[in-house]
């Protein structure tokens, strides 16, 4: 199951970890900052961080994935 989603894919298996992984640290950090900002909203989310930064990645890398499908 794991060669066909990277056969699907047209990724390695190092390509998809980082990609995953970069992906998943991007997201992880942005709610850190969001679920701080919630508590104390005194405290300002990082423009890299906010919810607008964050909609813009999603699109690159959803973006990302629909192109490497059609390699």
């Not at 990277?6 to 990724?11: D, F, G, S, T, Y």
């Not at 640290?25 to 969001?34: N, P």
């Not at 909203?41 to 999603?58: D, G, Q, T, W």
């Not at 690159?60 to 192109?67: G, H, I």
């Amino acid at each position: 199951i794991m060669i066909k989603h990277l056969k699907q894919n047209n990724e390695s298996y190092v390509t998809h970890f980082i990609f995953a992984w970069r992906a998943a640290f991007y997201m992880s950090i942005s709610s850190c900052f969001l679920l701080i900002h919630g508590l104390l909203p005194i405290i300002p989310v990082p423009r890299l961080f906010n919810i607008e930064s964050m909609a813009r990645k999603m699109r690159k890398w959803d973006a990302y994935s629909k192109l490497r499908k059609l390699k």
